[in-house]
């Protein structure tokens, strides 16, 4: 029977390996990273090429949008570089499990 020979193969490769994975490009660290630094990108755009008299006066001279959008890269780059440093490992007995419905 096919069903019976895959079963059998399954349950050796469900045997530790020893090797450690990681979330890698699924991690959430990095997904906020990039939505981030996507608005933070926006936001320096518009302060550097969408800033009137009018909205600088609101704020008191400061570009407001500039200045956020800095910030947010900055928060980007962090949220990158903890990803990077500490990346999140994933069980390996997590891998090969079927749902039972």
Known sequence: ???????????S???PSGEKHTAGAFDIRYI??????????????LGLFNATDTELSRADGMNVNLWAGIGMIVAAGMFAAWAKAKPTIVP????GHEDDH
């Open 92 to 95: 390996a007995d997590v891998e």
């Open 1 to 11: 029977m096919p069903g019976s020979s895959s079963s059998s193969s399954s349950s």
């Open 32 to 45: 906020i990273a990039a939505l981030i630094g996507i608005y933070g990108i926006v936001l320096v755009l």
């Open 13 to 15: 490769s469900s045997e």
